[in-house]
């Protein structure tokens, strides 16, 4: 059986909009589609009559996003699951058998702050692609744009977003922003000696990340652009009025041990668009 789409369902204004992205990729892709609902019963008093209470919320909400799905996309297999935990411990681990994680944008806050975004709690932990959709951002959008660095993350984002854009027809983007180096360090130095060669290292980063497109995605057209602004705000502005954002988990600059790099982090803070994220794809050693 191919691996199915998850959705990670809850009760934010987002999750009808998660639900009828995730459908339509599916009717696109052949796929099943498994609604996912967790009953985090961390904090939950003993009373049985209590947690009954919960997970009858928790049924009729799934329910209701079958219904949506339903009305959707209705020849796409749709199954509901119910887990007990966390949000992020579901789907990690029905991320080790999907094709790809999809989740509403929804926030939770507190008084006086707000409270780390669920998105980027799922983001960090899932072992597949997340597609994170927010509210009103179907409608409208043409091209997907990917965010490039030179990292292998990086290059096999483009992969992805190249294979997304030829299958829906759109113009692919990829975008590589680097902010310049501060006027101390330009100061004093010889014209076209720093600043040209730091320039022309990024535009060989750009073509290289782009290179073998062509010859893979013939009927594909492909924009490279440079930009000196810091990457999130690049990428999110360039995103405004796109179809998808693609990025890598992780870029050249990340530290390893981090699951999410502060790229990914701060796009998906500041969400302009429906945005995959993109998880590493390592060969495995025959031996």
Same mark, same amino acid.
């Given at each position: 059986?191919?691996?199915?789409?998850?959705?990670?369902?809850?009760?934010?204004?987002?999750n009808e909009?998660?639900?009828?992205?995730?459908?339509?990729?599916a009717a696109a892709l052949k796929l099943p589609v498994d609604l996912?609902?967790?009953v985090d019963d961390r904090w939950m008093a003993e009373s049985f009559a209590?947690?009954?209470?919960a997970n009858k919320a928790a049924t009729e909400l799934l329910i209701k996003a079958k219904?949506?799905?339903?009305g959707v996309e209705p020849t796409i297999d749709v199954r509901t699951v119910l887990i007990s935990g966390t949000a992020g411990y579901a789907l990690r681990k029905r991320s080790k058998k999907a094709s790809l994680v999809v989740i509403g944008s929804g926030t939770h806050v507190r008084p006086g702050g707000r409270l780390t975004d669920r998105a980027l709690q799922i983001a960090s932990v899932a072992l597949c692609p997340v597609a994170v959709v927010g509210e009103d951002q179907l409608n409208n959008r043409h091209g997907v744009i990917v965010g490039v660095d030179g990292s292998e993350e990086s290059t096999q984002a483009v992969s992805f977003a190249a294979a997304e854009a030829d299958r829906e027809g759109q113009e692919l983007t990829i975008l590589h922003a680097y902010p310049m180096p =501060?006027?101390?360090?330009?100061?004093? !130095? &010889?014209?076209?000696s720093f600043v040209e060669q730091f320039m022309e290292e990024e535009r060989m980063v750009l073509a290289e990340t782009a290179a073998g497109l062509a010859d893979r995605y013939p009927d594909l057209v492909v924009h490279k652009v440079l930009a000196t602004d810091p990457p999130a705000q690049a990428l999110v502005e360039a995103a405004s009025k796109a179809q998808l954002l693609v990025l890598g988990s992780r870029g050249g600059g990340g530290i390893k041990r981090l699951l999410? =790099?502060?790229?990914?982090?701060?796009? !998906? &803070?500041?969400?302009?668009?429906?945005?995959i994220i993109t998880r590493i794809h390592?060969?495995?050693n025959s031996k």
């Open positions: 059986m191919k691996e199915p789409i998850v959705v990670g369902i809850n009760d934010s204004g987002a909009a998660a639900v009828t992205w995730a459908m339509h990729r996912v609902h967790a209590y947690n009954e209470m219904a949506h799905a339903a =501060g006027a101390w360090l330009q100061k004093g !130095l &010889a014209e076209g999410l =790099g502060s790229t990914a982090h701060a796009v !998906l &803070a500041q969400l302009a668009c429906p945005t390592r060969v495995k």
